[in-house]
Each structure stands twice: as C-alpha cells, then as structure tokens.
C-alpha cells in the first residue's frame, strides 16, 4: 500500500507523525489541549466532568495511535482472525481500566525511588491541574450492555483476547439504553431508563463511512420457477435500514496491541417510500424511517430466560448481518478463494443469540457468490463455533416458523434445507428411528406452531461446541444434546471454563491487595496480572502472622469503603457498625436475581437466625450469651430482576421487608444487619467485591453453568459458601476442600428429590418450618400477611422445583461452620483466605482464551514488534 503514495506527501505524513503521550509533561498538555478546543472551556470553568472527558479523550488518542498500528501490523501479516458475536458486553467503565493496561511499563518517578505506572503518572498530574482522579473517574457512566454474567464474560474475554496479542473483534449493538437503572421503592424494585450516553462517548468513534444496508420482510424471487430451495435464490427484501459502525479501543495489559470493539447502530436509510409519499403522506413515511432506530434502542433485560419477541430477533438478524459483511469484505480485500475463509476467520457464537449468523453466511455464499449448497456449507462449518452457557429450558431460543416466514423468509427455507440434510444423515446413521428425528430436528413441532430450535441450529452449524465449566459441559452432553453426542460423537463438545480479567478484577478493583501481593511476591512491575501461576509464592505466607495482619488490614479497609458506599445509598444514616467491622461477618450475595439463584434459600436464612436469636432472648439469654452463638453478621445483597419477573421481583421485596424489620429492633443490638444494595452494576460490583469475607453461590445443582462472580470474590481474598455447581467444583479442586464450604445436594440427585416432591414423600426440615410460618404470620408484611404467599406456596405446594427444603439444613449447618471458623479461629480464616488467592490463577481469563485460541479457533497471537 505504500507504494501507492507519492514520496512527497509520505514525507510530509512522516514529519508530522501523532505522538503518545509518555510522561506528565505530555499528559498535562494533551489534558490542556483538549479542554481547550475539544471542549471548548478554560481553566476557569474545568469541572471534574470536564476533567473526565478531557482525560478520557487524552488516553483515547494514546489508544487510538496504538489500535492504527495493531490494524496495520495486521493487514500486512494478515493473520487468521477471530469474531467474537455477542449481543451483550457489559463493559463497566472504561478510564481506569486503559490507565492501567495502556501498554507502557513503569517507570522510575522524579525521585528515582518508586516506579509509576501510567495511572499513577495520570493520577499526580490531575493532582497538580487542580483534581483528584478518584473524583474524575466516578464522573463515567457505566457502559452496561449485558444483563449479568454472559455480558460481562465477553467484556472480560476482549480484554484477554488483546493482552494474549490475539487478533480478535468484538461485534454488538450500541443499544441507546443499557440494563436499566434499579430503584427501590418501598422495597420495589423499579425500572428506569439507563440513558448511558446522555453525557455523549468518549470512548467510540463513530465511523460514518462504514454504514451496511441490512433488510427485512420482504419475498424469495425464483425467476426459473419451482427450483430446489438448496439453488440460488434472490430475496427481495422489503424494509431496508442502515447498520453505523461504532468502534470502541480495547488496550491490553503491557501490550501495545488494540483490538476494536464494533458495535452496530441502527439508522434509516436516505431511501424514500415514494408511493406513501405521493398519496401525500409525507408525515407517515417519515415516521416509518425513524422506526428503523428502535431497532438497537434497548437491550433485552432478561438474563437466562428467551422473550421471543418480534423487535428481538430483528436485533439479532441486523447485528448478524451487519457483521458478518464487515468481516466478509475484510477477506475479499485479500483475495483469497472462498475455500480459504475458515483458514481466515473463526467465528464465535456467544450463546445462540448470533446463531442466524450461520444461515446468512450460507445465504451469502450460495445465492450471492454462487457457490455450490455443500461446498458453501462445509465453508460454514469450519468458521463456526457455538458456547452454551445454561441448560435451563425457559432459556434456550427457540422462534416461531410464522415470524421468520415473515420478517426473513430466505432464511427459513435455508434452515428447512440445512435441517433436510441434517435428517437425512441422522437416518443414514440411526434408520428407522422417527422418535431420534423428530427429538434432534432443529424444528419443533408443537401445537399450535412450530418453532426453531436455535440451539439445535447453532450445533448443525458449528465445528465445536462448548460448555463454561467441567460440570455444565459434561451435563450439556448427557441432559439437552445428547442425541447429538450420540450423532456426531463425543468429541465435537469441548469445556472451556470461565474465567475473568485479573486486571479489572483484582488490580483495579482491589489496588491495596494488589499492591500487598506484589510486594510479598516481589514482583513490583505487576507481572502476576500476566502470569497468575506467580501467586502460589502466596502461600509462603499463609501462616505468617504479620503478613496475615497486613492481609486483614487490607480486608478491613475494603469493608469501610464498602459500609462508607451503603451509608451513601441510605441518605448518610450508617447500617453498618463500624466500631466492630473487623469483626463483623461480611456476608455477600451479589447477581440477578433468580430463583434457581435462591436468594430466598439466602434471606430464610437470615431470618431463621433472627428467629433464633430473639427465642434466645426470650429464654432469658443476655446479648453477649446469644452473641456467642450468633456473632456479628451483615448479610448483604444485590442484584436486578427482570421487569417481567414476578417471583424474583417478590424476593426482592422480601428482602427489603426483613431488613426493615430486623435492621430496626433494637432488641438485637446489631447482631444481623441485612442490606440490599440498590442497582448492582459493574462499578459497585468492584466496591462490593473486594469488601468480603464470605460470598454466597448457592445455586440448585446443576442450574448454574459456571458463575463468574465465585471467581471474583476468590481472587480478592474472600471465602464462598455454595453448593456443588458450575464453576465451585473446579474452584474446589484448585484452592481445595478446606478452603470452601460447600453443602447441599449433588446434581445427579436432583431428578429424584424433585420426583419425591412430586409424590408428597419429601418431609420440610422444622427449621424452613419455623420460618415458612413467621413469614405467614406476617411478621414482614403486618398490612398484607397475604404478600409472600407464592413464595411459600412454591415450596409447600409446588413442587419446591429449586429444592430450597432440601438444601436448608445443611446449608444452616455449614453456615453455622462458618461463624465458627470466622469468629473463633480468624487466623485459620486469613489463612484459608490467603491460600485461596495463592491457587486462584486458573480462573484469569488469559487461560481461558489461550484454550479457546488452541482448541477450537486455532489462532495465533500476532505480538507488536
Ligand atoms: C450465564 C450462566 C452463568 C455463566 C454465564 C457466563 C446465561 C444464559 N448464562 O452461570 O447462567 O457464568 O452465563 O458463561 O446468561
């Protein structure tokens, strides 16, 4: 390419070359710079707004100069690349984050006697321009385009995708509303809009030279008549919008490669409805244009649970679509033959959200470029690969036949043919068997329509297929696919389990645990955020009193903060006792709320322990008597619920109700605190986090794929209670058994114990009793004794689907372990604590994408030279 341009103007580019900023001298200017004429303001009206958005944009030009030179150094090695397709990444704010992977590495400060890191350069220079870098660094909204989990688990993997120097591209939508804002009202919880961009971004670059056509509706034209639907077809779509690329820099730690982030938002096109126009309404086809913006207005808020709603998967086929032509004309520009493709481009289905991405690409190739049904299908094959992440029915997508006939009618008759094909394999392997096919069909067919099983498509349409942690991938094979195991063998389902980024994760969320491991591990320019395996030095330490003082410092200073975030959330009055925070149990539970979660496990839990200790009382018990058996415990929660969700909208209300009620009796003297955070997001997640001493992973057995959060709390020096489910199983083997307290049923007893509930054989432990009747009585709702009816009539006469009555005892047995070890043998506890994080390394997201990068993409890094 650089032979195209004249040695002259090459010159003239190469003089003026855009520099980094490296020091604060150039940071301070840069800072100037754009306060000035980017925002137009002065030192005299440079608030701290003002002061985010200037820094933002200054590192952003540090970034972008980096991510020019990534994208080249890739064209010209032109590397197989991956796509990472998710429909949720829910980045959390950006600033801190690219202050502390940005590439350089420390250096000496003016003294010569520490070394500084780019944050703490920035934070110096903010200092001596007048602000504190915590203050700017709250002004940013959370990017929250994720529900939970499965969002923030893709936010995590770009992250390592670019500090292993892997050429990866994110594609999403730019939803104008992220997750909602959460209120609590009364002890509601209520919706508000999360208008994230009001302040504008930063962050993105809007690239108006990069706009898609992407269609819809419409009809399949055949000009030769009754062809076979496996021939070239035209689709003449009706409505037309346009996708806008909107790229976001995502820096890596100690690299200089940035990778992009694209999300797609939708436009109208500058087309006009001429015949609405004509008939003279001008106002409606105007109207009409618009409607193409709902297209990414609003992120679904459900999280494990499909609303099979029109607007949805019209999301789905417009992000589908929009990417897979970028990533399309990024190959053309090579030249290279179709056959070449999957040698080019891996990409990655992140749950079955982009699963169309299959079908449009077999669309593309066969009615576009014309290539043969099998040949073009093989090519399909081999690009992609499909991630499961639950096995819970309500959540596995599955679309009517009428709506896709409808909004993508080629489409539907490329999946009967790619379904036709399927069949017809499975009967050449297995004949005579209509209920094997008619089970493993990608089309459902159910009264009164018939649906798409997407799930089914994505595992047709995909070389390998994963599970997130060892259990949930070996129960994908045996429960929801195993007729396919059976097909195809067990060798295309793989685990790759999760992980999470040790950069935002422990660094920046948790700067003095941190700092306090780089010091006893002597690793002062922080490689351990690279190399996780550096932390088993850790256990050196464990049993190292003054170093066990220093880590409980660290654990004490995180609980102020955190009891100093819920002082602010509750108008300035203190919940928290902080005369005894030290020795006050931090009990977390933090994550949508669900029932399979059981939250109400949680809370009836809470209130079994306010129930004993006021009989304690009543039995005549001094507090100090009672206080022995029942130490200082706060047990906090967060989490949204879906709108829609009626029962996990109840236990949120529950939850508000006992801590009313137990927050408020004097009787107790501070022994419960009960919490509930308001509005957990990523921001308060790295608050909450760091300030815990045990943290809560309670699931049914063999509902939770693999939790992400059990990981965090791990690596930031926190013990979990949780059953044996997704990813606590792995924790367990890594940190070992004397370092987590597990209870409660295993998964291969679930069917039985929910069988038994089915026939009345299953007897309620007398403690879930005691509780069930206080809740009745209307301890916690004296106006409508009625409120929690559902919630004990889910367990007393449903069925107790999520086996709460199961699980109680043991569950009150192994928290009654934990009072013992946390209260009465606290060296023991910094020791489980500290030989945790020591063994924590397997769950950094760097391994997970080297396994993904190994076994399922195979792609090589491209290192910056
Ligand atoms: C969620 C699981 C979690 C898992 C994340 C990330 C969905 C559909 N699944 O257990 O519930 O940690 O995915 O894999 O959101």
């Given at each position: 390419?650089?032979?195209?341009?004249?040695?002259?103007?090459?010159?003239?580019?190469?003089?003026?070359?855009?520099?980094?900023?490296?020091?604060?001298?150039?940071?301070?200017?840069?800072?100037?710079?754009?306060?000035?004429?980017?925002?137009?303001?002065?030192?005299?009206?440079?608030?701290?707004?003002?002061?985010?958005?200037?820094?933002?944009?200054?590192?952003?030009?540090?970034?972008?100069?980096?991510?020019?030179?990534?994208?080249?150094?890739?064209?010209?090695?032109?590397?197989?690349?991956?796509?990472?397709?998710?429909?949720?990444?829910?980045?959390?704010?950006?600033?801190?984050?690219?202050?502390?992977?940005?590439?350089?590495?420390?250096?000496?400060?003016?003294?010569?006697?520490?070394?500084?890191?780019?944050?703490?350069?920035?934070?110096?220079?903010?200092?001596?321009?007048?602000?504190?870098?915590?203050?700017?660094?709250?002004?940013?909204?959370?990017?929250?385009?994720?529900?939970?989990?499965?969002?923030?688990?893709?936010?995590?993997?770009?992250?390592?995708?670019?500090?292993?120097?892997?050429?990866?591209?994110?594609?999403?939508?730019?939803?104008?509303?992220?997750?909602?804002?959460?209120?609590?009202?009364?002890?509601?919880?209520?919706?508000?809009?999360?208008?994230?961009?009001?302040?504008?971004?930063?962050?993105?670059?809007?690239?108006?030279?990069?706009?898609?056509?992407?269609?819809?509706?419409?009809?399949?034209?055949?000009?030769?008549?009754?062809?076979?639907?496996?021939?070239?077809?035209?689709?003449?779509?009706?409505?037309?919008?346009?996708?806008?690329?909107y790229d976001f820099p995502v820096p890596g730690y100690k690299t200089t490669t940035v990778n992009n982030l694209r999300l797609w938002?939708?436009?109208?096109?500058?087309?006009?409805?001429?015949?609405?126009?004509?008939?003279?309404?001008y106002k409606n086809s105007v109207d009409q244009q618009q409607r193409a913006e709902s297209i990414t207005a609003c992120l679904y808020?459900?999280?494990?649970?499909?609303?099979?709603?029109?607007?949805?998967?019209?999301?789905?086929?417009?992000?589908?679509?929009?990417?897979?032509?970028?990533?399309?004309?990024?190959?053309?520009?090579?030249?290279?033959?179709?056959?070449?493709?999957?040698?080019?481009?891996?990409?990655?289905?992140?749950?079955?959200?982009?699963?169309?991405?299959?079908?449009?690409?077999?669309?593309?190739?066969?009615?576009?470029?014309?290539?043969?049904?099998?040949?073009?299908?093989?090519?399909?094959?081999?690009?992609?690969?499909?991630?499961?992440?639950?096995?819970?029915?309500?959540?596995?997508?599955?679309?009517?036949?009428?709506?896709?006939?409808?909004?993508?009618?080629?489409?539907?008759?490329?999946?009967?043919?790619?379904?036709?094909?399927?069949?017809?394999?499975?009967?050449?392997?297995?004949?005579?068997?209509?209920?094997?096919?008619?089970?493993?069909?990608?089309?459902?067919?159910?009264?009164?329509?018939?649906?798409?099983?997407?799930?089914?498509?994505?595992?047709?349409?995909?070389?390998?297929?994963?599970?997130?942690?060892?259990?949930?991938?070996?129960?994908?094979?045996?429960?929801?696919?195993?007729?396919?195991?059976?097909?195809?063998?067990?060798?295309?389902?793989?685990?790759?389990?999760?992980?999470?980024?040790?950069?935002?994760?422990?660094?920046?969320?948790?700067?003095?645990?941190?700092?306090?491991?780089?010091?006893?591990?002597?690793?002062?320019?922080?490689?351990?955020?690279?190399?996780?395996?550096?932390?088993?030095?850790?256990?050196?330490?464990?049993?190292?009193?003054?170093?066990?003082?220093?880590?409980?410092?660290?654990?004490?200073?995180?609980?102020?903060?955190?009891?100093?975030?819920?002082?602010?959330?509750?108008?300035?009055?203190?919940?928290?006792?902080?005369?005894?925070?030290?020795?006050?149990?931090?009990?977390?539970?933090?994550?949508?709320?669900?029932?399979?979660?059981?939250?109400?496990?949680?809370?009836?839990?809470?209130?079994?322990?306010?129930?004993?200790?006021?009989?304690?009382?009543?039995?005549?018990?001094?507090?100090?008597?009672?206080?022995?058996?029942?130490?200082?415990?706060?047990?906090?929660?967060?989490?949204?619920?879906?709108?829609?969700?009626?029962?996990?909208?109840?236990?949120?209300?529950?939850?508000?109700?006992?801590?009313?009620?137990?927050?408020?009796d004097v009787a107790i003297a501070d022994l419960i605190k009960v919490v509930f955070i308001p509005d957990y997001n990523v921001s308060?997640?790295?608050?909450?986090?760091?300030?815990?001493?045990?943290?809560?992973?309670?699931?049914?057995?063999?509902?939770?794929?693999?939790?992400?959060?059990?990981?965090?709390?791990?690596?930031?020096?926190?013990?979990?209670?949780?059953?044996?489910?997704?990813?606590?199983?792995?924790?367990?083997?890594?940190?070992?058994?004397?370092?987590?307290?597990?209870?409660?049923?295993?998964?291969?007893?679930?069917?039985?114990?929910?069988?038994?509930?089915?026939?009345?054989?299953?007897?309620?432990?007398?403690?879930?009793?005691?509780?069930?009747?206080?809740?009745?009585?209307?301890?916690?709702?004296?106006?409508?004794?009625?409120?929690?009816?559902?919630?004990?009539?889910?367990?007393?006469?449903?069925?107790?689907?999520?086996?709460?009555?199961?699980?109680?005892?043991?569950?009150?047995?192994?928290?009654?372990?934990?009072?013992?070890?946390?209260?009465?043998?606290?060296?023991?506890?910094?020791?489980?604590?500290?030989?945790?994080?020591?063994?924590?390394?397997?769950?950094?997201?760097?391994?997970?994408?080297?396994?993904?990068?190994?076994?399922?993409?195979?792609?090589?890094?491209?290192?910056?030279?």
């Amino acid at each position: 390419i650089d032979t195209m341009i004249p040695l002259q103007s090459r010159a003239l580019w190469n003089k003026h070359k855009v520099q980094k900023f490296e020091d604060a001298e150039g940071f301070d200017d840069r800072f100037i710079h754009h306060v000035e004429t980017t925002l137009a303001r002065s030192l005299y009206n440079c608030d701290d707004l003002a002061a985010y958005e200037s820094t933002s944009i200054s590192v952003r030009d540090n970034l972008v100069i980096d991510w020019n030179k990534t994208q080249q150094r890739l064209t010209a090695r032109d590397p197989k690349r991956v796509y990472y397709l998710s429909l949720e990444f829910l980045m959390g704010r950006a600033l801190d984050n690219a202050l502390i992977n940005m590439g350089s590495e420390p250096k000496p400060n003016s003294n010569g006697d520490e070394l500084l890191g780019t944050r703490d350069m920035v934070k110096d220079s903010l200092n001596d321009l007048g602000f504190r870098l915590e203050d700017v660094l709250a002004q940013e909204p959370d990017a929250a385009l994720g529900n939970g989990g499965l969002g923030r688990l893709a936010a995590c993997f770009i992250d390592s995708m670019t500090t292993e120097n892997i050429p990866a591209w994110g594609y999403g939508l730019r939803y104008e509303y992220g997750i909602f804002a959460q209120k609590i009202i009364d002890g509601y919880q209520i919706e508000t809009p999360d208008y994230w961009l009001n302040i504008g971004n930063r962050w993105e670059i809007e690239r108006h030279e990069i706009q898609i056509p992407v269609t819809f509706y419409g009809y399949v034209d055949r000009p030769d008549g009754d062809t076979p639907t496996t021939d070239p077809a035209q689709w003449i779509g009706g409505e037309r919008v346009l996708a806008v690329a909107y790229d976001f820099p995502v820096p890596g730690y100690k690299t200089t490669t940035v990778n992009n982030l694209r999300l797609w938002k939708a436009k109208p096109t500058t087309e006009f409805d001429f015949a609405k126009f004509n008939t003279g309404d001008y106002k409606n086809s105007v109207d009409q244009q618009q409607r193409a913006e709902s297209i990414t207005a609003c992120l679904y808020p459900n999280d494990n649970f499909a609303e099979g709603k029109e607007l949805r998967l019209k999301q789905q086929y417009f992000w589908c679509a929009a990417s897979l032509h970028d990533i399309i004309r990024r190959f053309k520009k090579t030249q290279r033959p179709w056959s070449e493709f999957p040698d080019q481009v891996a990409i990655q289905l992140n749950d079955t959200h982009p699963t169309l991405a299959v079908v449009e690409l077999q669309r593309v190739l066969v009615d576009l470029e014309k290539l043969p049904w099998a040949e073009a299908w093989d090519i399909v094959n081999k690009t992609f690969a499909y991630t499961n992440h639950t096995v819970m029915q309500e959540a596995l997508e599955k679309w009517p036949v009428s709506l896709f006939s409808r909004l993508l009618p080629r489409h539907l008759e490329i999946i009967y043919d790619i379904n036709w094909f399927f069949l017809q394999e499975v009967e050449k392997k297995f004949p005579d068997n209509s209920e094997l096919l008619s089970r493993i069909s990608i089309i459902e067919e159910v009264y009164p329509e018939r649906l798409i099983r997407m799930a089914f498509l994505a595992i047709v349409g995909s070389h390998k297929v994963n599970g997130v942690a060892e259990l949930h991938s070996e129960l994908i094979k045996t429960t929801i696919f195993s007729d396919f195991v059976k097909f195809y063998g067990p060798s295309k389902f793989t685990n790759v389990t999760n992980g999470i980024t040790p950069r935002r994760w422990l660094k920046q969320a948790n700067p003095e645990l941190s700092k306090l491991i780089s010091e006893a591990i002597n690793d002062p320019k922080d490689d351990f955020l690279l190399d996780m395996t550096k932390l088993t030095k850790l256990a050196e330490f464990a049993d190292d009193h003054g170093f066990q003082q220093r880590w409980n410092k660290v654990k004490e200073d995180n609980k102020i903060k955190l009891a100093d975030l819920i002082k602010n959330l509750n108008n300035g009055e203190d919940i928290i006792d902080r005369e005894h925070i030290n020795n006050t149990l931090f009990d977390i539970q933090v994550k949508r709320i669900h029932e399979y979660k059981r939250q109400q496990m949680n809370i009836f839990g809470v209130i079994y322990r306010y129930l004993a200790i006021k009989n304690l009382l009543e039995q005549g018990a001094s507090i100090e008597e009672v206080e022995k058996k029942f130490p200082r415990k706060v047990s906090i929660f967060g989490g949204k619920s879906a709108p829609g969700y009626y029962m996990a909208k109840l236990i949120i209300k529950l939850i508000n109700s006992v801590a009313d009620v137990v927050n408020s009796d004097v009787a107790i003297a501070d022994l419960i605190k009960v919490v509930f955070i308001p509005d957990y997001n990523v921001s308060k997640a790295e608050i909450i986090i760091p300030a815990s001493d045990l943290s809560e992973h309670i699931s049914t057995a063999g509902t939770e794929a693999s939790g992400t959060s059990n990981m965090k709390f791990v690596m930031n020096g926190g013990l979990i209670i949780g059953t044996v489910d997704g990813a606590n199983v792995e924790i367990t083997r890594e940190i070992g058994e004397d370092n987590i307290f597990l209870f409660g049923n295993l998964s291969e007893k679930v069917e039985e114990l929910r069988y038994n509930h089915k026939y009345r054989k299953s007897e309620m432990p007398s403690e879930l009793k005691m509780v069930l009747n206080a809740i009745e009585s209307g301890l916690f709702s004296p106006e409508n004794p009625n409120e929690f009816k559902p919630l004990w009539d889910s367990i007393k006469h449903h069925g107790d689907y999520y086996l709460v009555s199961d699980d109680f005892a043991s569950y009150l047995a192994t928290q009654e372990l934990v009072d013992q070890v946390f209260h009465y043998e606290k060296s023991e506890w910094i020791k489980k604590c500290i030989l945790s994080v020591a063994n924590v390394g397997f769950f950094s997201s760097d391994r997970c994408i080297e396994e993904y990068a190994e076994t399922i993409w195979n792609v090589e890094p491209v290192k910056p030279e």
